[in-house]
């Protein structure tokens, strides 16, 4: 069964630091997300990114975040300058259509942030 | 704006036992109401989903879950609990918002199965 994979599972940084998340969504999906999960918190959402291009973000995803679909199987989220709040679980989803359909996740990277 | 309300972060239950998990949303139009459960160490999992139609709908491993707009529910559950539905649940709402869609959580219930 096709699965969203992400890479690396865990992920220890300097504050400052940049950091880049991998995630391969399902391969014939068009739909691709970014969640985050602080420790304790609720999963919220940070970016959707549709036809190599952000189709919506929240107020988390501020300047120092980016993603990037740099080929046909990758969907990476950049963090430019890591600060200590940037510590989380980042979710990786993907799905076939925009709406109403079914989003894939993936198993998580964490992020740690000394 | 769309919100999700789940009511208790621990339950507790018997193995056996029926199992409900409290749901209570916040939508200005008809919402489409989403429950995922997360394993340890695993990505979150759909369980089942409500769009339209059916306002019972009945997921993957005996849950299922009842839409009643009367009371902006979307409980969860299993007449009869196993060991192997110690998780994380997770209820959410589906905004949509120029086509695309984004999914709003709750903070999530941890189900604990004792034998």
């Known amino acids: 069964e096709p699965e969203v994979t992400q890479t690396p599972s865990h992920q220890v940084t300097q504050m400052g630091q940049e950091v880049i998340l991998r995630c391969v969504p399902i391969s014939n999906h068009l739909y691709f997300y970014w969640y985050r999960q602080i420790l304790g918190q609720k999963v919220e959402f940070l970016v959707s990114f549709y036809n190599n291009e952000i189709s919506e973000k929240s107020e988390i995803f501020d300047d120092q975040f980016s993603v990037e679909r740099p080929d046909g199987s990758n969907f990476t989220l950049k963090i430019r300058s890591t600060k200590l709040e940037d510590s989380a679980m980042y979710f990786c989803a993907s799905s076939a259509e925009g709406s109403y359909n079914e989003q894939f996740f993936g198993p998580g990277t964490r992020l740690t942030v000394l | ?115």
């Open chain 2, 1 to 115: 704006a769309q919100s999700v309300t789940q009511l208790g972060s621990h339950v507790s239950v018997s193995e056996g036992a029926l199992v409900l998990l409290r749901c209570n949303y916040s939508s200005s139009v008809p919402p489409y109401l989403f429950w995922y459960v997360q394993y340890p160490n695993q990505g979150l999992q759909l369980l089942l989903k409500y769009t339209t139609g059916a306002t019972l709908v009945k997921g993957i491993n005996g849950f299922e879950a009842e839409f009643k707009k009367s009371e902006t529910s979307f409980h969860l559950t299993k007449p009869s609990a196993h060991m192997s539905d110690a998780a994380e649940y997770f209820c959410a709402v589906s905004v949509v918002n120029t086509g695309f869609q984004k999914l709003v959580f709750g903070t999530g219930t941890r189900l604990l199965v004792s034998p």
